[in-house]
């Protein structure tokens, strides 16, 4: 039994650092965002060459551009918030394995950090002013008319588009930034709880009968206040919440 509680302790701390390790990625992903603003003109080229080519009208230039920055706003909100899932799956996780050793209900802690990573912002441009492209592209070669409308959308639209990912990248960041502070408090509310009492039980070879009525007494105080949730009974041992000689 002691070697369950010092994994519990384990993967506790490995999943201490996990948010660590995620806020790193996700700053990263909000870094590269400022950087985006030269794919999304090469995809809307792209887009209006093909769509010329065959003589279609729709999308206009303006339609194009924000429909490639979207799409690419959108892949990097899309990392951001696969990482904060991935996070909040290891925290469950971690804080599900302490609580079942302690005999502690994890409801409430799962349900915390379910709802910790809210709805990503999204990014804003303004095209409003801007004039459609000529289809000169269309009777270019394929490579010479991809780079003579993507040097005309840089013209056109470049500064919006770089100011709106500049602007992004740091709204994204300070999403990012607030979401995984919310897990981290949401987190250690139960799992400093966790630890303290699985230190408790691992610190010597036994634990008394008095630890353990102490163990109790601190886990029901704990309850009564709101701080974690009431403990329940264990199934193996009614009446005690941990029994160190299984």
Not at 12 to 36: F, P, Y
Not at 111 to 119: G, I, N, Q, T, V
């Amino acid at each position: 039994r002691v070697e369950r509680w010092k994994e519990c302790e384990r993967e506790l701390r490995v999943a201490e650092g996990s948010i660590t390790e995620t806020e790193r990625r996700c700053r990263s992903v909000a870094d590269q965002v400022r950087g985006l603003a030269g794919e999304a003109l090469e995809q809307a080229s792209a887009v209006l060459i093909d769509q010329w080519r065959v003589n279609d009208p729709a999308p206009a230039g303006v339609t194009a551009i924000r429909d490639a920055v979207n799409s690419q706003a959108a892949a990097a909100a899309g990392r951001l918030h696969q990482e904060m899932e991935g996070l909040a799956t290891k925290l469950r996780e971690a804080l599900a394995l302490a609580s079942a050793e302690l005999h502690v209900d994890n409801l409430s802690s799962a349900e915390d950090l379910r709802s910790a990573p809210r709805e990503i912002p999204r990014i804003d441009l303004n095209l409003d002013a801007l004039a459609a492209p000529r289809r000169v592209g269309r009777f270019l070669p394929s490579r010479l008319a991809r780079t003579w409308t993507a040097s005309k959308l840089r013209r056109m639209a470049g500064p919006a588009v770089d100011d709106a990912f500049v602007t992004y990248s740091r709204v994204l960041g300070a999403w990012a930034r607030r979401a995984i502070a919310d897990m981290r408090n949401h987190y250690h509310r139960y799992a400093d709880v966790y630890r303290a009492q699985l230190g408790r039980l691992t610190t010597g070879p036994t634990v008394t009968k008095e630890e353990r009525e102490t163990i109790g007494r601190d886990l029901q105080a704990l309850a009564a206040a709101g701080a974690i949730p009431k403990p329940r009974r264990s199934p193996e041992k009614p009446g005690h919440g941990v029994n160190p000689n299984e």
